[in-house]
């Protein structure tokens, strides 16, 4: 019998190459029909026999376009009608449609397949793509996203690829950079000093002889830039000792861990566990580097991840990296920039900025307009979260619970996004980085004028930090004169970020543990308990107040904090104390009176810095080079323990007192007693406190949903044990799965509460 339905599809379905996946899926079941864009959804008609509709309907579902997403689909029988064909339909003319960027998305195997196929026209083409795969946000010059609007545009269409891009029936059917060796960009090698290695052309030949070429330079040490998607990486051997040695040294980047690119999942077992959920993450459409746990190996030099447990490992992601990484399983691919500056993407920016740290430079000729760097996932109790989102996953928003007024929110100031919400949308920008360089303040800029661009949006209300010394916030206040501006506290932010992701409204416990953030009183905070909803806090809990001093300083001289806690702890003692615990500093008789005067000294409630602190008590290292070192350090050690107890702390009126804590910390390290074993304690101990405290506000407001957020929950140990004591008690446990824990998911969580209270008080 022939039925005919209606179907509406809900979610991220427009601008996504939704619309000839429905028609090839009707053509393939016999259905005749239409689909259309309407304003808010894929409207789909389809007729047919019964068997066929539900296989079409089982395939929407499972089989949709690897960037849409369906938030919900409905369906309704109606009355055959008489028609024979299936039709894609044009919008009508006043459907406001909300078209969608997508994200860059790594190669597919269909692509794979056809680039190391002899008989393919397309083998060999490092370029190779379809309406599955390929670059999309970082080739974007304006919307609509049409060819012409791309970095594609200066290439015209060779007269076998145009037939492809015009059948419906093609897997490349509008996929908009569609090229190949005849019509598409090249690659080109050049050294440092500009001269040409291998010669222009345009043919397999050419490109095989670029590749070996290039790989030959690899595996004599040598470093490339080699350009990618959403900008340039510094690539070198990874088993390379002296290779590596000499990136760091060039980059000026003493420990800070290296990203791996590995050829496949068999070199990757060889030095990480690799499971199923894992294998999945990595060939995932974003492409991801994972983190993931070492195995003890000779393979990967042993200056690529310095006392760490885990690499960060991708996969090759576009067809360039396929050919390459065939002939030299194990690359570093770490971004193509100088310590903290953006990443390049032009070839004489990268020629300029990076010609003191690349021997050779493997350029292509189609333009990336669009800075994106390479994102970075870990997995927490089965789940995959996100440490860093930008490619692959920037600017695909996130679908919030309801509509809200537009509104632009500009982040905070180290691991800088920036957002802007639109109906129900949170649309976040390509990873920017901290904002204390010109260039990443340019690159700022150049995010705020991309994201008002591609969401045709041009919000009034701004959603900044409260701390009146961040960069984005002094930004809002000079050009933003004429726009309402909303200044939100750090720590809601974070809460309120993790609250929309997981489409939470109404009260919640918070809990932030974080680094540090501008409290409402003017002081520093980082360890809280709050309750809130998306307009207001109330802050219940924090860590009892302690003093760092030094003030900036301390942030990677972290011995500073835990001497302010053996000065407060110990009083007169502290100096045998010190010795004790062969700190071998100089000059302590100048930091406890700069402590006893307070001198360039603040007190915070930061949670950060206490993990700082006691890596420092207990030897770990004294002062770090980069952010969050101390607690990835004291991680690592601590995970090496399976044995823990718990030391003393203390719940006060409003207070969490860790300073017992810390005393018994220092007491157990003189007495010789594993770090191992106290980082694990400390680490047991600290989430115990906390849940304790939560228990009480509990207990006081009969509220059970606890939202965990801010940047301490990159810490696994932590996280864990805090989510299973948590829900040891109960409680209904919230946490980041979209967007980062730390200050990368901050915009989102402006951006809601600029919404709600501009839309209140407008
Ligand atoms: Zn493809
Ligand atoms: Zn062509
Ligand atoms: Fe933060």
Same mark, same amino acid.
């Given at each position: 019998?022939?039925?005919?339905?209606?179907?509406?599809?809900?979610?991220?379905?427009?601008?996504?190459?939704?619309?000839?996946?429905?028609?090839?899926?009707?053509?393939?079941?016999?259905?005749?029909?239409?689909?259309?864009?309407?304003?808010?959804?894929?409207?789909?008609?389809?007729?047919?026999?019964?068997?066929?509709?539900?296989?079409?309907?089982?395939?929407?579902?499972?089989?949709?376009?690897?960037?849409?997403?369906?938030?919900?689909?409905?369906?309704?029988?109606?009355?055959?009608?008489?028609?024979?064909?299936?039709?894609?339909?044009?919008?009508?003319?006043?459907?406001?449609?909300?078209?969608? @960027?997508?994200?860059?998305?790594?190669?597919?195997?269909?692509?794979?397949?056809?680039?190391?196929?002899?008989?393919?026209?397309?083998?060999?083409?490092?370029?190779?793509?379809?309406?599955?795969?390929?670059?999309?946000?970082?080739?974007?010059?304006?919307?609509?996203?049409?060819?012409?609007?791309?970095?594609? /545009?200066?290439?015209?269409?060779?007269?076998?690829?145009?037939?492809?891009?015009?059948?419906?029936?093609?897997?490349?059917?509008?996929?908009?950079?569609?090229?190949?060796?005849?019509?598409?960009?090249?690659?080109?090698?050049?050294?440092?000093?500009?001269?040409?290695?291998?010669?222009?052309?345009?043919?397999? $030949?050419?490109?095989?002889?670029?590749?070996?070429?290039?790989?030959?330079?690899?595996?004599?040490?040598?470093?490339?830039?080699?350009?990618?998607?959403?900008?340039?990486? %510094?690539?070198?051997?990874?088993?390379?000792?002296?290779?590596?040695?000499?990136?760091?040294?060039?980059?000026? $980047?003493?420990?800070?861990?290296?990203?791996?690119?590995?050829?496949?999942?068999?070199?990757?077992?060889?030095?990480?566990?690799?499971?199923?959920?894992?294998?999945?993450?990595?060939?995932?459409?974003?492409?991801?580097?994972?983190?993931?746990?070492?195995?003890?190996?000779?393979?990967?030099?042993?200056?690529?991840?310095?006392?760490?447990?885990?690499?960060?490992?991708?996969?090759?992601?576009?067809?360039?990296?396929?050919?390459?990484?065939?002939?030299?399983?194990?690359?570093?691919?770490?971004?193509?920039?100088? /310590?903290?500056?953006?990443?390049?993407?032009?070839?004489?920016?990268?020629?300029?900025?990076?010609?003191?740290?690349?021997?050779?430079?493997?350029?292509?000729?189609?333009?990336?307009?669009?800075?994106?760097?390479?994102?970075?996932?870990?997995?927490?109790?089965?789940?995959?979260?996100?440490?860093?989102?930008?490619?692959?996953?920037?600017?695909?928003?996130?679908?919030?619970?309801?509509?809200?007024?537009?509104?632009?929110?500009?982040?905070?100031?180290?691991?800088?996004?920036?957002? =802007? @919400?639109?109906?129900?949308?949170?649309?976040?920008?390509?990873? =920017?980085?901290?904002?204390?360089?010109?260039?990443?303040?340019?690159?700022?800029?150049?995010?705020?004028?991309?994201?008002?661009?591609?969401?045709?949006?041009?919000?009034? &209300?701004?959603?900044?930090?409260?701390?009146?010394?961040?960069?984005?916030?002094?930004?809002?206040?000079?050009?933003?004169?004429?726009?309402?501006?909303?200044?939100?506290?750090?720590?809601?932010?974070?809460?309120?970020?993790?609250?929309?992701?997981?489409?939470?409204?109404?009260?919640?416990?918070?809990?932030?543990?974080?680094?540090?953030?501008?409290?409402?009183?003017?002081?520093?905070?980082?360890?809280?308990?709050?309750?809130?909803?998306?307009?207001?806090?109330?802050?219940?809990?924090?860590?009892?107040?302690?003093?760092?001093?030094?003030?900036?300083?301390?942030?990677?001289?972290?011995?500073?904090?835990?001497?302010?806690?053996?000065?407060?702890?110990?009083?007169?003692?502290?100096?045998?104390?010190?010795?004790?615990?062969?700190?071998?500093?100089?000059?302590?008789?100048?930091?406890?009176?700069?402590?006893?005067?307070?001198?360039? /000294?603040?007190?915070?409630?930061?949670?950060?810095?206490?993990?700082?602190?006691?890596?420092?008590?207990?030897?770990?290292?004294?002062?770090?080079?980069?952010?969050?070192?101390?607690? &990835?350090? %004291?991680?690592?050690?601590?995970?090496?323990?399976?044995?823990?107890?718990?030391?003393?702390?203390?719940?006060?009126?409003?207070?969490?007192?860790?300073?017992?804590?810390?005393?018994?910390?220092?007491?157990?390290?003189?007495?010789?007693?594993?770090?191992?074993?106290?980082?694990?304690?400390?680490?047991?101990?600290?989430?115990?406190?906390?849940?304790?405290?939560?228990?009480?506000?509990?207990?006081?407001?009969?509220?059970?949903?606890?939202?965990?957020?801010?940047?301490?929950?990159?810490?696994?140990?932590?996280?864990?044990?805090?989510?299973?004591?948590?829900?040891?008690?109960?409680?209904?446990?919230?946490?980041?799965?979209?967007?980062?824990?730390?200050?990368?998911?901050?915009?989102?969580?402006?951006?809601?509460?600029?919404?709600?209270?501009?839309?209140?008080?407008?």
């Amino acid at each position: 019998m022939i039925k005919r339905c209606k179907i509406k599809v809900y979610g991220i379905v427009q601008g996504v190459g939704f619309r000839p996946f429905v028609f090839r899926l009707a053509n393939k079941y016999n259905l005749t029909g239409f689909v259309k864009n309407l304003s808010e959804c894929v409207y789909i008609e389809i007729q047919g026999i019964e068997k066929n509709i539900k296989n079409f309907l089982k395939e929407l579902r499972n089989n949709s376009p690897p960037i849409s997403e369906i938030s919900n689909i409905e369906i309704q029988n109606i009355s055959p009608i008489n028609d024979t064909k299936f039709k894609i339909l044009p919008s009508t003319k006043n459907t406001k449609i909300s078209v969608h @960027i997508s994200p860059d998305i790594a190669i597919c195997e269909d692509c794979v397949k056809e680039l190391f196929d002899p008989n393919n026209r397309r083998y060999y083409f490092p370029f190779i793509n379809c309406t599955n795969c390929g670059p999309r946000l970082t080739i974007i010059k304006d919307i609509p996203y049409d060819r012409v609007n791309t970095s594609m /545009s200066k290439f015209n269409m060779c007269d076998e690829c145009k037939k492809e891009y015009e059948n419906p029936y093609n897997r490349r059917f509008h996929a908009e950079p569609i090229a190949c060796h005849i019509c598409g960009p090249e690659i080109l090698l050049m050294s440092f000093n500009s001269n040409l290695v291998v010669s222009n052309g345009k043919n397999v $030949r050419y490109v095989k002889k670029v590749i070996d070429e290039v790989v030959k330079l690899l595996k004599n040490g040598n470093i490339i830039a080699i350009k990618g998607i959403g900008g340039f990486h %510094l690539a070198c051997d990874a088993t390379n000792y002296i290779a590596v040695d000499k990136l760091r040294n060039r980059k000026q $980047r003493d420990e800070k861990p290296f990203a791996l690119m590995v050829k496949d999942f068999n070199y990757i077992e060889k030095i990480a566990f690799l499971n199923n959920y894992e294998r999945k993450i990595l060939k995932s459409p974003e492409a991801p580097i994972l983190l993931m746990r070492k195995k003890k190996n000779k393979i990967i030099a042993k200056n690529v991840a310095p006392e760490l447990n885990y690499y960060g490992i991708m996969l090759p992601y576009t067809p360039l990296h396929y050919l390459i990484l065939e002939k030299i399983p194990y690359l570093i691919m770490t971004s193509g920039n100088i /310590s903290d500056e953006p990443i390049c993407i032009d070839n004489n920016e990268a020629k300029d900025r990076l010609k003191d740290i690349a021997d050779y430079f493997l350029f292509h000729n189609r333009d990336i307009l669009v800075r994106c760097d390479d994102s970075v996932c870990s997995i927490f109790d089965n789940k995959r979260v996100i440490f860093r989102r930008s490619r692959g996953f920037s600017p695909k928003p996130i679908i919030l619970q309801k509509k809200f007024p537009s509104v632009l929110a500009l982040g905070a100031h180290m691991k800088n996004t920036i957002c =802007i @919400i639109k109906d129900n949308y949170g649309f976040i920008s390509p990873h =920017i980085g901290d904002l204390d360089t010109r260039l990443s303040r340019d690159f700022f800029i150049e995010n705020i004028n991309l994201m008002k661009k591609i969401t045709d949006c041009n919000p009034d &209300i701004i959603g900044v930090d409260l701390h009146p010394d961040y960069f984005s916030t002094q930004f809002a206040e000079k050009f933003f004169k004429d726009k309402k501006i909303i200044k939100i506290q750090h720590h809601h932010a974070h809460i309120v970020s993790c609250m929309a992701e997981n489409n939470l409204n109404g009260q919640v416990i918070g809990v932030a543990l974080d680094g540090t953030g501008y409290g409402i009183d003017g002081t520093i905070w980082g360890g809280e308990i709050f309750l809130c909803n998306y307009i207001d806090f109330k802050r219940i809990f924090k860590i009892k107040n302690y003093t760092i001093i030094g003030g900036e300083k301390a942030i990677k001289e972290i011995f500073r904090i835990s001497l302010s806690f053996i000065f407060e702890i110990f009083k007169e003692k502290s100096f045998e104390i010190i010795e004790k615990l062969n700190f071998n500093l100089k000059n302590i008789e100048i930091f406890k009176k700069m402590y006893d005067n307070k001198i360039n /000294s603040f007190t915070t409630s930061s949670a950060g810095r206490i993990f700082d602190a006691v890596c420092s008590i207990l030897g770990i290292k004294k002062t770090v080079s980069f952010d969050s070192q101390g607690a &990835i350090l %004291l991680e690592a050690i601590s995970e090496n323990s399976k044995n823990f107890k718990i030391y003393p702390f203390e719940i006060e009126e409003n207070c969490i007192n860790f300073f017992p804590t810390i005393e018994a910390i220092v007491k157990d390290k003189i007495k010789g007693i594993s770090i191992d074993f106290i980082g694990k304690s400390f680490h047991f101990t600290f989430v115990k406190a906390f849940v304790e405290a939560v228990k009480k506000v509990k207990k006081e407001y009969g509220i059970n949903k606890v939202v965990l957020s801010g940047g301490c929950f990159q810490n696994r140990i932590l996280f864990i044990m805090f989510k299973s004591l948590l829900e040891n008690e109960e409680f209904e446990v919230y946490f980041h799965s979209q967007v980062p824990t730390n200050d990368g998911g901050i915009s989102l969580g402006q951006s809601i509460i600029a919404a709600e209270k501009g839309g209140i008080y407008g």
